[in-house]
């Protein structure tokens, strides 16, 4: 058998995996569109008990208060001067979500206060829950 042919033989024989990689790559894009991301306010809270509770739907901007009342959103200690310009800003990214504060029970009810006096004065005061824990 001369090299010629043997080369074309080879070539033959050889898996074209072009359309495999093609698929995989469909694939990715897909889960990374439909994907639903979550977002964390950056700490671990224990919430207070409640037995009146209601579900809220599209929570966009979750705020946490820990036992020393430090407010924390997306991952990052905020100022309590500057929430008011933070939750302006994440309104604007996702108008249609609500405002969840997710208040340690052992924290301070006035840092809860000033959260929801800044969501008022952005007139957003019927899109601010406080997350409990069910009883």
């Known amino acids: 058998m001369s090299k010629r042919n043997q080369g074309q033989d080879e ?8 359309p ?3 698929v995989v790559f469909i694939m990715l894009i897909f889960f990374i569109v439909t994907a639903s991301f979550i977002k964390e306010p950056g700490i671990e809270i224990n919430r207070p008990e409640a037995t009146m ?15 020393n009342n430090e407010i924390w959103i997306d991952k990052k200690k905020v ?5 008011r310009q933070v939750i302006e800003r994440l309104y604007a990214e996702n108008p249609k979500g ?3 504060i997710q208040a340690d029970s052992k924290g301070n009810v006035e840092t809860v206060a000033k959260i929801m006096v800044a969501a ?3 007139g957003l005061d019927d899109r601010v829950a406080v997350s409990t824990e069910a009883k």
Not at 53 to 67: F, G, Q, S, T
Not at 79 to 83: F, K, T
């Open 79 to 83: 100022d309590p001067r500057n929430v």
């Open 120 to 122: 008022r004065e952005l």
């Open 98 to 100: 609500t405002i969840v």
């Open 53 to 67: 509770a209601e579900a809220r739907k599209n929570a966009a901007i979750l705020i946490a208060v820990n036992d």
């Open 20 to 22: 495999m990689l093609d």
């Open 11 to 18: 070539e033959a024989g050889a898996i074209d995996l072009t």
